[in-house]
């Protein structure tokens, strides 16, 4: 499983009438992602309000988004339950519908349960079932069980063990996975402050929600890194950055969201209990967009 460049966490837009995930505007959206050199697409990650969708919207989202992709695109799936049981389950459904790879968070219910040796026997459970590559998602923001890098060093050790999305935001934090890891997986950035730094570090790529907005800057400051503009490249980090701690960070989902409805491309109310966002959060994120230099109003903007 190839985890070089950029790949976007998808929104996912829900009819304004019905409250159902909107498949139509969702393939329309991944459509104008693709005219970006971006190296495949996550549905159903933290961004695409996984935790907030039915077991059925979450497949027939990766179903579409399958049949949406442009070719030699990687789809990537986020299949994280709460039981091992239930996790191999979907990941073996998400496989069936087209993924080729699924993002998985470990269980959070039972915190105080989840020593390493628990999270550690989880992933390998996980990993020797699954049809299609796994690959571990720390996110402490939002699920907080650690995947300490000592333990990624040692899951990287599993052949079904594809990397690992660090959304720590914590560059030292990167920086130990990576060292740990080393050569046995790849490591991809999830903080769209930290993508240049990551790749600095030994990161291969990102996973990042501000390139949902800034596609074209975001996979730019890829190639040029690649190609060794570290100036350059180091220039684009300077325009992404702040956007994402205005957007990304500041205001979450249903900023993401409003930012992608100004740029002409289908963002749409969260579901619940998520809120939109106030009318102060709208002027941030309009603001933001035009510090970052984008136009609103058309897709190709982004």
């Known amino acids: 499983m190839n985890l070089d460049g950029i790949f976007l966490p998808v929104t996912t837009p829900f009819d304004s009438d019905t409250g159902d995930p909107d498949l139509g505007a969702f393939a329309d959206n991944i459509h104008a992602w693709c005219a970006h050199p971006i190296a495949g697409v996550v549905v159903g990650g933290s961004t695409g309000e996984q935790a907030l969708l039915d077991e059925d919207e979450l497949l ?20 994280g339950a709460e039981s091992t049981r239930a996790t191999i389950r979907l990941c073996g459904m998400a496989a069936r519908e087209g993924a080729d790879a699924v993002l998985v968070k470990p269980p959070a219910y039972y915190r105080g349960r989840m020593s390493p040796e628990a999270i550690r026997t989880y992933f390998v459970a996980v990993a020797d079932a699954s049809p299609v590559p796994v690959i571990l998602y720390h996110v402490p923001k939002f699920v907080p069980v650690e995947i300490v890098p000592e333990l990624a060093g040692e899951l990287a050790r599993h052949d079904n063990i594809a990397g690992i999305k660090d959304s720590s935001g914590d560059l030292h934090n990167l920086g130990a996975v990576c060292e740990a890891v080393g050569e046995r997986a790849t490591v991809v950035v999830g903080a769209g402050t930290l993508l240049y730094s990551g790749l600095e570090i030994g990161s291969r790529g990102g996973i990042i929600a501000v390139g949902l907005l800034a596609t074209g800057a975001s996979c730019e400051l890829y190639r040029t890194f690649v190609a060794g503009r570290s100036a350059e490249a180091g220039r684009l980090q300077e325009r992404i950055g702040p956007l994402h701690k205005k957007v990304v960070a500041g205001t979450g989902v249903p900023g993401v969201k409003h930012g992608l409805d100004l740029l002409g491309l289908a963002g749409g109310p969260p579901r619940p209990p ?4 106030t009318d102060r959060e709208r002027e941030e994120v309009a603001k933001a967009l035009e510090r970052a230099g984008l136009a609103t109003g058309s897709p190709q903007s982004v």
């Open 274 to 277: 998520l809120l939109p966002p």
């Open 60 to 79: 027939a989202l990766v179903a579409r988004a399958a049949r949406s992709r442009s070719d030699g695109m990687a789809l990537i799936a986020g299949t």
